[in-house]
């Protein structure tokens, strides 16, 4: 009796859900328009976006409130004294992403306005961290990670240098300069940790101080024989399956072999096909952005988010993306993943700062070595806000990159293998 019974209630649950899918499909609704965005609203969001997630670290600096104000989660089993790097980390990785923007010229824009404040409250914030008796005076001088910082600190100046070196005063460029011949007492990983310990000495070398050949031959040395082929160097003699090849690897080797071989210390060759490689690797990062803008989660330091997409987002600024890969299709496919990432995920505390995780805080998948400083790398996915607003990069219409094509039977390039 009560199974009969059961099976009339289920039969009378399905008549009314039949029902009502059958009266919703005799409502005839209107289509909804298709909203265009041009690319003068996906450089708003992205400014605006990156102008949120360093502005703490940057103005915090400035004003002499770094390390007052920035909160420090540490991963679970975290095994650094974070209290010595989590604050260089913050603000050397902040540098490096934020630094193609910084050097554009003001304008009376909002979006200038923004980059004026954090360009002159940054040039301020540096004079503060190599001052030994500024509460803020950041930790060259010991534990192993400050070699990893400064690297982008170097970076950056790089990246940067009318912008972010050539202003400094006398004083603080000397203080710079001691803070990173004071990073030669160490020595790091066996991995792309070279790279930081040779791009540190390039950027001494840059700005005429006299580098350490040693620590530049053996960077160059190891990372060409890691090369794997195809686009993608092994993390040291083991191959790795992960994003370091963007983090760092192709990023921080053209950087590097772009003063090597601006002070002929390489033929312009090596440098050309460091360019090359790094290209390569850029074709594969933007066939990783999925047609909703999410990307897959794997390897380590997925905490550093947008970082992902250093190696694209640099390509596209050097104007050197392959011929089928439009800039503005890399420009839409990488809006798209910032719409995922930081609109979809409460990355941020209630103060504005970055929180450990991927999408949300989601502390349990950092790694050892990552705390809240660390976070800060996301902003390398953003180096390509260092091409002027009337580049084409911004101006022409959004485009479908490639797996959005590939998902929605457009017609789009085959992949292949390169032999450089």
């Known amino acids: 009796m009560i199974i009969r019974f059961s099976v009339i209630i289920l039969l009378f649950s399905l008549c009314i859900s039949t029902t009502g899918i059958a009266q919703k499909q005799n409502i005839k609704t209107k289509p909804q328009e298709k909203v265009v965005v041009t690319g003068a609203q996906d450089r708003e969001y992205w400014s605006n976006l ?70 002159e409250a940054l040039l301020k914030g540096i004079t503060h961290a190599v001052d030994p008796n500024h509460p803020d005076y950041l930790n060259f001088r010991t534990e192993q990670q400050p070699i990893v910082d400064a690297a982008y600190i170097a970076q950056a100046f790089l990246r940067a240098p009318k912008a972010l070196w050539e202003p400094l005063d006398s004083v603080t460029k000397k203080r710079v300069a001691e803070e990173f011949k004071a990073l030669r007492t160490r ?42 082929g195809d686009g ?40 050309e096909t460091a360019v090359k490689r790094m ?43 392959p011929e089928y890969i439009a800039p503005a299709q890399v420009r839409s496919g990488l809006t798209a993943v910032m719409h995922r990432i930081y609109d979809g995920c409460n990355n941020f505390d209630s103060n504005g700062w970055l929180v450990l995780g991927f999408c949300g805080h989601q ?9 809240t400083g660390s976070l800060y790398m996301a902003t390398l996915g953003f180096l390509t806000l260092g091409l002027p607003a009337d580049h084409k990069f911004w101006t022409d219409p959004a485009s479908d990159w490639t797996s959005k094509k590939a998902w929605s039977s457009q017609p789009f390039k085959k992949d292949y293998h390169v032999d450089y």
Request: proline share 6%; charged share 25%; aromatic share 14%.
């Open 50 to 119: 990156l102008y949120k997630i360093a502005s703490p670290v940057i103005l915090n600096l400035a004003n002499g409130t770094l390390k007052k104000n920035m909160p420090v989660e540490k991963a679970p089993g975290y095994g650094l004294d974070d209290t010595k790097v989590t604050y260089l980390e913050a603000v050397g990785r902040t540098m490096a992403g934020i630094a193609p923007w910084l050097s554009l010229p003001d304008d009376g824009t909002k979006e200038g306005k923004m980059r004026k404040q954090l360009r």
């Open 187 to 228: 020595t790091g990983a066996y991995n792309n940790w070279l790279l930081f310990a040779g791009i540190n000495e390039v950027f001494l070398l840059s700005i005429g101080e006299q580098p350490d050949p040693v620590r530049i031959e053996f960077a160059k040395r190891k990372i060409l024989e890691w090369y794997q």
């Open 232 to 271: 993608w160097y092994s993390d040291g003699p083991s191959f790795s399956m992960d994003y370091y090849n963007s983090y760092v690897i192709h990023p921080m080797l053209v950087d590097f072999f772009k003063v090597l071989s601006d002070k002929k210390r390489i033929k312009a060759e090596d440098y």
């Open 279 to 321: 290209v390569r690797y850029a074709e594969f990062t933007e066939r990783f952005i999925a047609p909703d803008g999410s990307y897959p989660p794997f390897g380590r330091s997925i905490t550093y988010r947008t970082a992902a997409f250093q190696a694209l987002a640099q390509t596209a600024l050097m104007e050197k993306l």
């Open 363 to 371: 502390p349990q998948i950092a790694d050892y070595y990552t705390s």
